[in-house]
């Protein structure tokens, strides 16, 4: 065997069995860190069913047309084919590598549909999807002509809507930190907040406590009732466990699941818990690649239950979730959003880069950062539903022109549900702007109850309720005192709920007319009582002008 051949040898099978060596090493001397399910990923996702492959035959072609025109330098048709196999097989790559963002997007836009309330006048934020569009075709009233396609049916936004929430976001935040107690290198994973009311009842938010370091395992779930203080189920005696998402080396819940479940993939914002009685159970839907034209994507695979077994962690992995079986949800939130995402494909790569087509969530400083993938639970069916109201892509309006429906109670591994997208006619009344809901509300609170917002109260998170009807919440130092339902198209009164029944010390009820407070002292009264008198006095001089003649 000649020095060159071996050499040529050499370059071929370097860079596997580097690949295997590093896969080996991490598989026998150190499996609890999971680093050899990332080289598995990757075999997976890149060289089995992306474009990996190519660029590895590109690889090997450049080291044959080297050892040809090295060796067989009077046969140059060998040299030639091998560097024309080269270059075949970086094309080939390239095109699969510029085309892995559109592939992505027909896979998600592929379980999603739009409904319109008239399909022969189609809303302006769906011109771009629907002009010359095939109709009646794949079950669509109108098939987009694009590179990927969006399909356009006829439906209407349920006019029931969701159960309302009995408390906010940030105050649940303020009221579940306040649960771990004093319990030492144990806090609140902020991101697992969830909102339970899978099961009909008046609902409640969770979050999971978790442990940190080599020792401390997982603490518990607290749970918060939208009033009071929030209660706990621990992870001690007949419960206990060994393991936390925060911990390291053998405390390593992460590490632990890498293990026993290599491809399956979570994300802490789709972690939740809750109590079964005294038993707390922490949840994970969780992910996996799934070949998809030249590549991989990212597909629900069931959920993981954890549970404490006396000082052991238990493990039960679920591929498919019917309705109703948890109290929360099973589809990841991450998919979910992902799926919203993509919608901008929906009308082709050239509409989506050039003219923005497409939805996002809204941005506005009203809603606290919570803005898209509410869990709500539907009035009529029951079901839980990821629900995101959505502004026009690349706007910087506030105008919610869509809403955005997936169902959350139900996964099967490796497929999408649905997503439902409803958008809503231009001339429609529940096309409503945020930020003016927001300041209607402050208006009415005003003139209403003066002395909820001038005490410190602040106005934070509208969800909806249904269309038109939206909830927010009054709280004082992260503590949930009034709800507030409001009708964008003003078409109900306003309701303002207090929910302080604690006995704690909290701002007084609103009572008495809207000017009660202008009878007082100026030096007595706040800025927003003087300004609130200010217009009671000018609309009353305004009423006491004699009408023209």
Request: glycine share 12%; proline share 6%; with cysteine.
């Amino acid at each position: 065997m000649s020095n060159g051949f071996r050499v040529l040898i050499a370059w071929v099978i370097t860079p596997p069995l580097l690949v295997g060596a590093y896969w080996l090493f991490w598989a026998v001397v150190a499996p609890g860190f999971g680093r050899q399910n990332g080289v598995e990923a990757w075999w997976y996702n890149v060289f089995l069913h992306g474009n990996g492959l190519w660029w590895f035959l590109a690889y090997v072609f450049a080291g044959l047309a080297v050892y040809f025109g090295y060796v067989y330098y009077e046969v140059w048709f060998l040299t030639g084919l091998c560097v024309l196999l080269m270059i075949g097989s970086l094309g080939v790559a390239g095109y699969f590598l510029v085309n892995l963002d559109k592939n992505e997007g027909r896979f998600y836009t592929g379980a999603t549909t739009f409904y319109v309330h008239d399909p022969e006048h189609v809303p302006s934020a769906l011109h771009l999807l629907a002009d010359g569009g095939a109709k009646n075709t794949d079950g669509c009233a109108i098939k987009g002509r694009h590179d990927v396609y969006g399909c356009l049916r006829q439906g209407d936004l349920p006019s029931a809507g969701w159960d309302p929430r009995i408390g906010s976001l940030d105050g649940a935040g303020v009221a579940l930190s306040r649960a771990t107690g004093d319990v030492q290198a144990v806090s609140l994973r902020t991101e697992t907040i969830t909102y339970l009311n899978g099961k009909g009842d008046n609902g409640s938010w969770s979050g999971v406590l978790d442990g940190s370091g080599i020792n401390v395992p997982l603490g518990g779930v607290a749970e918060w009732s939208g009033q009071g203080s929030a209660t706990q189920c621990t992870f001690t005696g007949d419960y206990g466990i060994d393991r936390a998402f925060g911990g390291s080396r053998r405390n390593s819940l992460p590490n632990l699941l890498k293990e026993r479940f290599p491809l399956i993939a979570y994300s802490m914002g789709d972690v939740w818990g809750y109590c079964d009685g005294k038993e707390p159970i922490v949840v994970i839907p969780v992910t996996t690649p799934i070949p998809w034209t030249h590549r991989t994507v990212d597909a629900p695979a069931g959920v993981i239950t954890v549970r404490g077994d006396h000082g052991r962690v238990r493990l039960d992995y679920l591929r498919d979730v019917a309705p109703g079986t948890l109290p929360g949800p099973v589809y990841p939130k991450s998919i979910a959003a992902h799926q919203r995402t993509e919608t901008k494909w929906a009308a082709g790569r050239e509409y989506m880069n050039r003219n923005h087509f497409g939805f996002d969530p809204a941005h506005s400083g009203a809603q606290s950062g919570n803005v898209s993938e509410y869990l709500l639970r539907d009035k009529s069916t029951g079901r839980l539903q990821w629900v995101t109201p959505m502004t026009l892509r690349g706007s910087t309006s506030e105008l919610f022109v869509a809403y955005a429906i997936i169902p959350a109670d139900e996964v099967h591994r490796g497929s999408l549900n649905a997503q439902s997208v409803y958008a809503l006619d231009d001339s429609d009344p529940r096309r409503i702007n945020i930020d003016n809901l927001d300041a209607d509300a402050r208006s009415w609170l005003a003139a209403n109850a003066g002395t909820v917002m001038s005490n410190g109260g602040k106005l934070v998170e509208f969800t909806p309720i249904d269309g038109d009807t939206w909830r927010g919440f009054v709280e004082f130092n992260g503590r949930v005192a009034y709800r507030i339902d409001i009708a964008a198209s003003r078409k109900t009164p306003v309701q303002l709920v207090r929910l302080d029944d604690t006995g704690d010390t909290g701002p007084p009820a609103p009572s008495g007319p809207p000017n009660a407070d202008c009878g007082k002292a100026l030096a007595s009264l706040t800025p927003a009582q003087l300004a609130q008198c200010a217009k009671v006095f000018v609309d009353e001089l305004a009423n006491r002008q004699p009408a023209p003649r």
